[in-house]
């Protein structure tokens, strides 16, 4: 019978990717698909799901921005430091046989199940495309780890204190006007993946986007993230969806719901 | 074969989505709706708002799940329009669950949620975060289980299921008090427990709030057990609710005496498929054996 047990051992390694942002490796065969994500849980503290930012040869690693009391605290552990998780979850990122070149958008820490999906895509000889935006150069990141994959690196800052000055769908629209891609996909604030299924859409380019929601059990139970007005819970139908389907979504871009299951609006912010 | 009538709601199926799992939104409901059950029962809601338990608020074990979610809602004045748009679009009866901390807000509840016209309103008396004035929950004791019920039916004149904690001494004690108390079916049962889990590399409790209640196939013998209990004890109908997850266990709770089968947990080992996968399974065994109709399995096994 299934079972989904938190898992609790040592990390392997840390690596420090911004000044708010820490990778944590684990040598533990988890099996995941780039898109997937874990409820990393730190006893005594709390639980929090996050993306699976790579994963080969026995060792996983999840990189965590620190936001909120949960994530800060977690952003203190060191090598040896002990961390549960449980998982993979949810839906991944699909790269079919047929396509040749894919592009990815991420904004701030959604670009790290993308890093996972590049690598992913290089390894089996496809073109990868990894476009990234953030506030200043500070807060990018894996530009250098994707250089080093073989990915072709385009990035965007608010203050143009890297790259170029400006958002990264724009990047996008001049990638997909430049080059051939087959594929498009997303991870980052919800109004700019709404904007990159909607231009990948203009182009006739399929896309997927990882659309995040309150989750609470991360195993299709609860209820918590199911999203309007197909009714499906993003822990488990996603977090990975078409950019189709999310299109087709209500909610998608305009509103989410608090740990009550209270409606909030996205304030209406620039991308 | 497989239709039954709950008080007056007919479903096409006995299986009913449990309260706690899914039914969060109208469109939550709808979808489950859609894929076969016979009736959905929303989360349980409350006048206020509540963010429910820090989490960890979900563990599984080898042959079940605890939680301690918490009874998070959005509140009775954010749910009312969810409520309304499930009833208007799901295509098996809607029940509402609601609970409350006194015995007055539990006739406030029934009044207001009826606005929203569901089939059935399920009082939720049993969860372990609803309390009486002695922190035990109502169904604990057979008088407050009566007064909560006689005070919804001054709310509302939608037909109300109980739904019963199996932590108490004689289950059909209760179900009889609040049959007298005017209640039109009794949902059985709530969680078991609480339990406890611990990881022993972390060496405490998985859970933020360090107990839950017990749900899963670990339960469905208590379960069983309760509702054959109650069968014995009341002439109301019964949704049998505990550890069902394939065809074999729902028909064993009809066996016991339920009318209606609650489907929960099974959610988590089969999906939301579950919900016809299930009334396939049962009336394939119906046919195997000889049942012309559900009717003819119900209670079956009190026979001497």
Known sequence: MRNDEFIVMPIAQTKDETKTSRTFFFDYNLNSKPGQFVMLWLPGVGEKPISVSGEKEGRFSVTVCAVGPVSKAICELKKGDKLGFRGPFGTHYSIPKDVESIAVVGGGYGSAPLAYLCEHAIAQGKKAYFIEGARDSAHLLFAKRMEDAGAEVLLATDDGSEGVKGFPTDLLKDALKAHKIDRVFSCGPEIMMKKVAEISAHFNVSSEVSMERYMKCGIGVCGQCAVDELGICLCKEGPVISGKTALSLKEFGNYFRDSSGKKIEYNSRRV | ?304
């Open chain 2, 1 to 304: 074969m497989l239709s039954v009538s709950l008080a007056g709601a007919k479903l096409q199926n006995p299986t009913v989505l449990a309260s706690g799992v899914l039914g969060t939104t109208g469109a939550s409901l709808i979808r489950v709706a859609k894929e076969g059950a016979g009736a959905v029962t929303t989360k349980s809601i409350s006048l206020e708002a509540r963010k429910g338990h820090p989490t960890p608020v979900i563990t599984t074990f080898d042959a079940g799940m605890i939680n301690a979610v918490g009874l998070s809602n959005p509140g009775i004045k954010d749910f009312l329009p969810e409520l309304e748009a499930a009833v208007k679009g799901s295509p098996s009866p809607v029940i509402a669950s609601i609970f409350a901390s006194t015995i007055e807000e539990f006739g406030e509840l029934a009044k207001e949620v009826s606005q929203a016209k569901p089939s059935l309103i399920e009082l939720n008396i049993s969860c372990p975060n609803v309390n009486d004035e002695f922190g035990r929950p109502f169904a604990c004791d057979a008088v407050s289980s009566s007064e909560v019920v006689k005070a919804a039916k001054k709310g509302t004149a939608i037909p109300l299921f109980v739904k019963l904690s199996p932590n108490v001494a004689n289950i059909g004690a209760i179900a009889q008090a609040v049959e007298k108390a005017g209640a039109d079916g009794i949902t059985a049962i709530n969680t078991v427990g609480p339990g406890m889990q611990i990881n022993i590399e972390a060496a405490m409790p998985v859970l933020t709030n360090k107990v839950g209640g017990v749900s899963g196939p670990a339960i469905k013998p208590v379960a069983v057990r309760c509702v054959y209990d109650i069968y014995k004890a009341t002439k109301l109908p019964i949704i049998g609710t505990g550890g069902v997850t394939n065809a074999r266990d729902a028909i064993e709770m009809v066996m016991a005496g339920a009318t209606a089968v609650g489907i929960g947990s099974a959610v988590y080992y089969g999906g939301v498929e579950v919900f016809s996968e299930i009334p396939k399974g049962m009336r394939e065994f119906m046919e195997s054996e000889g049942y012309s109709k559900i009717e003819k399995m119900r209670g079956i096994a009190h026979e001497e």
